[in-house]
């Protein structure tokens, strides 16, 4: 087992023991996608989907949200139809999550999706982005998905130490750990 795979399956014990919404294969996966860098192929390979919260509080997207069914999620919808995301990619600078070599690998909110390039033959393969699709942004998280794992690790570190120590009530975090994914995945506190 790789190392990332074996780091993977740490974050799924941890988040499985919590009441969260979480699902690990049950059997070896048979859609992961090629040419995927080896931090994301291990979440492949673990993570059927992962959310931060109870099923009947995350929506699929408040929270961390990660993966749809085992696979990326649908960027077409995220943007409104093959026009829109078209405007999408026009009107951003580049590198932005319109192109074809980015795919949308989670959510945080209804409004907020992370995404990864897929393209080796980018210069911009494996770096994450993310967007905020009603406010149009669309900005540089971290230049490889090694970092964002890591930083996916101290999230789960983070939210299970919340879940451990502070009072949680109807899925809302004390005062110290809310926006915790915000505050670790995209701005990459420690």
Not at 23 to 44: C, M, W
Not at 49 to 66: D, I, Q, R
Not at 95 to 116: K, M, Q, R, T
Not at 137 to 144: K, L, P
Request: hydrophobic share 35%; aromatic share 12%; glycine share 6%.
């Amino acid at each position: 087992m790789s190392d990332w795979k074996s780091r993977a399956e740490a974050m799924a014990e941890k988040l499985l023991a919590m009441s969260w919404d979480c699902h690990k294969h049950e059997a070896p996966p048979t859609r992961i996608p090629a040419h995927l860098p080896p931090s994301l192929e291990a979440l492949f390979q673990v993570a059927g989907e992962w959310h931060s919260k109870p099923a009947s509080e995350h929506y699929n997207v408040f929270g961390l949200n990660l993966f749809s069914n085992g696979g990326f999620v649908e960027k077409l919808q995220l943007f409104g139809d093959e026009e829109c995301m078209e405007q999408w990619r026009n009107e951003h600078p580049e590198p932005n999550c319109g192109g074809p070599d980015w795919e949308c690998f989670g959510a945080i909110s209804e409004y907020s999706y992370l995404f990864v390039n897929t393209n080796t033959t980018s210069p911009h393969y494996a770096a994450v982005r993310h967007i905020v699709n009603n406010c149009n942004e669309d900005d540089h998280v971290t230049d490889d998905f090694d970092a964002f794992f890591e930083r996916l690790e101290r999230l789960v570190d983070g939210l299970a130490a919340c879940e451990e120590n502070c009072v949680v009530e109807e899925g809302y975090y004390c005062e110290q750990h809310e926006s915790l994914e915000h505050r670790i995945l995209l701005e990459g506190e420690e």
